[in-house]
């Protein structure tokens, strides 16, 4: 049986009862209103202080969108967050997670849904790139595209004969 206090993966607030949607890891990171939450909570932190502060914060964005695009089980949302989201509809995934807590068993969405892409992962990277540099303002100017991230991992897996 699922847990009676469901808690939101994006805020890490408790849920009241009966709130909540269920969506896939995919449909998470596709979303540009997901990214647009992640910066202005400033989850990055503060580079104020660190050389290179630019390249260090593309390194981070890097390594958050790589982590939480290998996350296996469904998220959890708080009604407040999918709202900020706005950009996934929230019929479906609010039936799945009334019938999850029913029932404690994963919804087909979220157990057949498939994991991202190297694709999906630099388009997150670029969503999430573009989403802090609104949030920071002019202060800070990253350089980084989609296509740097696949030429990267290019790289990273270029194996000379």
């Given amino acids: ?10 805020c890490n607030n408790e849920c009241k009862k009966g709130e909540g949607h269920i969506l896939p890891t995919i449909e998470i990171i596709k ?12 989850i990055m932190l503060d580079l104020s202080k660190i050389r290179n502060a630019e390249k ?13 695009a290998s996350f296996k089980s ?3 949302i708080c009604d ?8 996934i509809d929230p019929g479906i995934p609010r039936e ?12 087909l969405l ?17 969503m999430a790139v573009k989403a802090y540099q609104k949030t920071m303002g002019s202060s800070y ?12 991992k290019m790289r990273e897996n270029f194996r000379p004969r």
């Avoid at 049986?1 to 994006?10: G, L, T």
């Avoid at 979303?31 to 400033?42: E, L, R």
């Avoid at 799945?96 to 994963?106: P, S």
């Fill in 74 to 76: 469904g998220w959890w």
């Fill in 96 to 107: 799945d997670a009334q019938e999850y807590l029913k029932t404690g068993v994963t919804p």
């Fill in 141 to 152: 100017t990253l350089h980084f595209t989609e296509s740097d991230y696949i030429l990267q």
């Fill in 31 to 42: 979303s540009p209103g997901y990214w647009n939450i992640v910066a202005s909570y400033g």
């Fill in 56 to 68: 260090e914060m593309v390194k981070r964005i890097i390594e958050t969108v790589e982590r939480l």
């Fill in 80 to 87: 407040s967050c999918m709202k900020k989201i706005g950009d």
């Fill in 1 to 10: 049986m699922p847990r009676k206090k469901m808690v939101c993966d994006v």
């Fill in 110 to 126: 979220v157990a057949l849904a498939p994991e991202p892409s190297e694709m999906d992962v630099a388009r997150a990277i670029g």
